[in-house]
């Protein structure tokens, strides 16, 4: 589909509204895949503390040290990708709601 281009306010530019609608599906696809990878990681964690807790060689507290410390890149990672999809989409509101 080709964009068409359309004059508003003096100013020549594409279709901006599908433009605002593309990129606010790429942001809610980041928002999926960031949402994806949190809760995989805090699963994984949970798992992971269990397991360390059940062992003789740490205990309670310092079996939480060591898992939340191996998820702490995930999550920071996850919540990155998140706050990177949910801008996508403001932006995309921002240009849509200029062009129209």
């Known amino acids: 589909m080709m964009a068409s281009n359309v ?9 901006l509204i599908s433009d605002a609608r593309r990129l606010a599906s790429v942001g809610t696809f980041f928002i999926g895949v960031g949402w994806v990878v949190l809760v995989y990681a805090l699963i994984a964690g949970v798992i992971w503390w269990i397991d360390l807790a059940g062992r003789e060689a740490f205990n309670f507290i310092e ?8 998820i702490g890149v995930p999550i920071i990672g996850a919540l ?4 990177f999809g949910y801008f996508l989409r403001l932006f995309a509101l921002y240009v849509a709601s200029k062009a129209g």
Request: aromatic share 4%; no cysteine.
């Open 80 to 83: 990155i990708v998140l706050g």
């Open 63 to 70: 079996a939480f040290a060591i898992s939340a410390t191996a």
């Open 7 to 15: 004059t508003i306010k003096g100013r020549h530019t594409l279709d």
